[in-house]
């Protein structure tokens, strides 16, 4: 009994520390500094609307499959491969971009790549938006050659913005701000849902189609549209969308002088004080201090990655001529919508004072293997029509609920956890390695989702 409680008691390196054992007595400790660290509803809206860019770029490639479906479906090849194709290069750009920028700690300026990855965010889906008008010409694997680049330029934006985002917010020292971060990025996930169930519904039936009409199947969890117009507004919407984060970031910027400073290359003082914010730490000294955490993280986003599978693949138990509703184009975009929502719930309800799971990371490691029990649970609906174990649509709905609701909660978690286990100047490195981690659990989710499609 002994040894039980010996392996769930707080090691050594959990214990909550103090900013360094050389520091001056003056020096406060976090709950301290938390409360000097005065709370900004302008800043918390902010780092929000950051979540949101930060996601948005990538739902718009989303809500624009039927467009470059259209663009490919007069080559087998490039018709069949682009999505795969999509995914992977983001992946894979994303996770290479995290793991190379939390290497490059040392006088690293989180400003200037939070505002770079913004800007390179614009100019990428400004330079589709027109492309859409005006590379109507190009053949199949010309575009796809140029899609292959675009979507490598986004994912990197990404990477940078999600290693820079969330090193910044940890030097605020207020947990309530990675929230916003993370609620921004539910938000990003819950609005596209939105516009793709009304974009069915305003269709008749006989037009819901691109591709039917040659027999191909079409993925029923996106807008039924195609025109290059609808793709300009699409991508153009990401350009205002990061235009908007990207001015909101430099108000910001001007509200703090400490940032300015950062930013001013010929002030001794002040890279002074970007070295001593930008203190290089090893990945491997992060992560022996955020074994747990780290590990809850990866596994969360790792266990998630199966639900776009399953929920591309579960029908309606009842009879989709009863109505509209349990037809697949608008019953898998619906069930998108649960789990955002659920998402959505998660990250949000964790602001609340004393939910947080990240000053307890050893059980938060132990909920996010227990989510695991999500995956039979799946098994029990109606996949690909086959028929259900549990006939109900509702037993469907709340499992995408409270799987989405367990992937914001734990995720967001253990994010705002982090600044704990970690002395100040390390903080930025800390975000940046749970960013990694992230990334990380999110690639290694992608790649072993195709065997649960296969299986």
Known sequence: MNRIRSLIARPVAY?????????????????QRQQQSHFSRLQYGIFFLLGVSMLWAWNMFLAAAPYFYSRFQSDDWTRLHYQ???QSMSTVTNLGAAYALAKLQKNASYPRRITFSLLLNSV?????????VVMTDSSPRAYFGFLMVMVC?????????????????????????????MGGQG???????IVQIFSVLAVPPKEDSVGRDQGQDQDPSIPQTSSSTSAFIYFLTSTGVSVIALLAFVYLLRQQPSSRQKLARDDDESIADDREHSKTVSLRTLFVKLRFLAFAVFVCFLVSMVFPVYTAEIKSVNDPASSRIYDPSVFVPFAFLLWNLGDLAGRMCVAIPGVSLGQHPQMAAIVAIARVIFIPMYQLC?????GAAVKSDVFYFLVQFFFGATNGYLGTSCMM???HWVVADERPAAGGFMSLVLV?????GSLLSFSVASG
């Open 124 to 132: 990428v889906f400004t330079i589709l938006a027109f492309s859409a």
């Open 440 to 444: 990380g659990g999110l690639a290694a």
């Open 84 to 86: 795969p194709s999509i």
């Open 417 to 419: 956890g982090a600044s």
């Open 153 to 181: 330029a986004a994912s990197l934006a990404t990477g940078i913005n999600q290693n820079g985002v969330f090193a910044y917010v940890s030097g605020f020292g207020r947990e309530e701000y990675t929230q916003a971060i």
């Open 15 to 31: 214990e909550r520390l103090q900013d360094s054992a050389a520091d001056d007595a003056d020096e406060t400790t976090y709950a």
């Open 382 to 386: 109606n996949i690909n029509g086959q």
């Open 187 to 193: 938000v990003a996930g819950v609005l596209p849902c």
